[in-house]
């Protein structure tokens, strides 16, 4: 088994720290993980990736060769990676907030899950934890990962004062996500 | 005060920090560079809760010297630094390699040249780990290619930079720096730590850069212990005297630090060879490429081609009895690596022209997609 999850979006939106934080779910559910990064020497705004390979066996070629699941949480991204990799095999989840137009993939991919994540985040309080409410909605979907593992490894990795309103994105994502399954339009 | 053994999920720029500290690290001097920013960021947490010392440095030059000094008063020391801090380190590495001053130098590579892809990847300096320092001289490069090897390198690092009294140079890879793995951590005792060997007899008779009959290097003092040694630039004699025309003398001092470390070779040469018994192609790659190229060969033997990889940690000194076996043994050499093609050279030199020897290079600051290195086994077994 070798599942690839790429992350993608703006420097800010917290790309990286889900990316991390994704990783750690997966060892904690007795996975090998690897997670790595491509960021510009921008701080905030530069177009951000975490690419996140999760496998039963150890892991070589540690990048995305075809995604299993894309978190694309801005247009520019989802219009650059579009052509970059071979996606009929692929699971888009996207932040509806962000993204509107979806032609650079319509067609070309296996499901796109539109999910309004930032507003969402918003709701909740703060929409920096848009991040975690997709992860919440991808370990759903996907379901390779237990939801108790994401919110352990959010416990460990995430900044104490913030770790309530992240589980709180988490459990909204679980919500969305099991609205996706049945079908129902969020 | 030390990670604790057992498997944690690190990056590879945490995981060398922790490696260090095990092997005895107490002094850190450095000057913050994507993407080693992270090692100098965990060695200021780090270094104060093991009794150690971190030094924010105002530029690599400083922070190079710094360390050559911490490591005469007696302190295993290391700096982290990329492709254009290292550029400035090799000045201090001259005057550590000829005052035999045991240090670990941490070059994450980026792409260059000059201040180049900051944040992207590259192996372009592989060279510059040998040549980079003027005059003649022998130097210890080793090749992480996960951050598993980062732990467990940066202790090798110190092992051999205290029993060889020479700058060993770790050269990562922004990959490698920043990817998140799980790490393992074996119970302390089971972990090697090697310490300089230290002078047995009174000062006075005391002779610093004499080794001892059977050693390659002299036992090697503290400051402040008592024993005088003239740590200076100029050639110096087995006194430590300066020589500035004993050409006699000079030769000697120039090829026993040559030699200290090319007649070892077979000692210090770390390697893993996966899928090579019944190879006909050989990848041989390092850092974060060997894995790609891993990939690869697994992909090559789904289809039926006899495949391996020769994954080199050490890179210098060169292994060239590796590399002349393995040509003897397969039709062809597939060398790719993240830069204009460097290896390759030694690869080709090496292995005397029993295989053909082929490069794959890649620049612009991202890994090799397996397909690349794939095509060219087909290529070669075509």
Known sequence: ?????????????????????????????????????????????????????????????????????????????????????????????????????????????RVIYKIPATDEAERLGNRLVANMLMLGVFVTVSGIIPLENLKEAIRRMVKPQFIDLNLKAVDRGKEIGESLLKGVKV | MYVEPGTHLMQGDEA???????????????????????????????????????????????????????SWAGRKSMTATSGPGYSLMQEGLGYAIITETPIVIVDVQRGGPSTGLVTLPSQGDVMQARWGSHGDYATIALAPSSAQDMFDLAIKAFNLSETYRNPVIILADEVIAHVREPVKVPPYEEIEVVERRRPNVPPEDYIPYLPDPGEWVAPMPAFGEGYNVLVESVMHDEFGHRIGTDHVAAERTIKRIYYKIEKNVDK??????????????????YGSTARTALRAVREARNQGIKAGLIRMITLWPFYDRLIEETASQVKAIIVPEMNMGKIVREVDRASKGQAKVMSVPKVGGVLHHPDEILAAIKSAVR
């Open chain 1, 1 to 109: 088994m070798r599942i690839e999850v790429m992350i993608s979006g703006f420097g800010g939106q917290g790309v990286v720290l889900s990316g991390a934080v994704l990783s750690q779910a997966s060892v904690l559910s007795n996975y090998y993980a690897a997670a790595t990064y491509t960021y510009g020497p921008e701080a905030r705004l530069g177009s951000t990736r975490s690419e996140v390979v999760i496998s039963d066996e150890e892991i070589d070629y540690p990048k995305i060769i075809s995604p299993d699941y894309w978190v694309a949480m801005n247009q520019m991204s989802l219009n650059t990676f579009s052509k970059r990799y071979p996606l009929d095999k692929t699971i888009i989840l996207a932040d509806s907030s962000m993204i509107k137009y979806f032609d650079p993939v319509e067609g070309k991919v």
């Open chain 2, 268 to 285: 210090i040469s770390m390697y893993e060879k996966r899928y090579m018994e019944d190879a006909e192609v050989a990848v041989v790659a």
């Open chain 2, 16 to 70: 060398i920090v922790e490696g260090a500290l095990i092997a005895g690290c107490r002094f850190f001097a450095g000057y913050p560079i994507t993407p080693a920013t992270e090692i100098a960021e965990r060695m200021s947490r780090r270094m104060p809760q093991v009794g150690g010392v971190f030094m924010q440095m105002e530029d690599e030059l400083a922070s190079i010297m710094a360390i050559i000094g911490a």
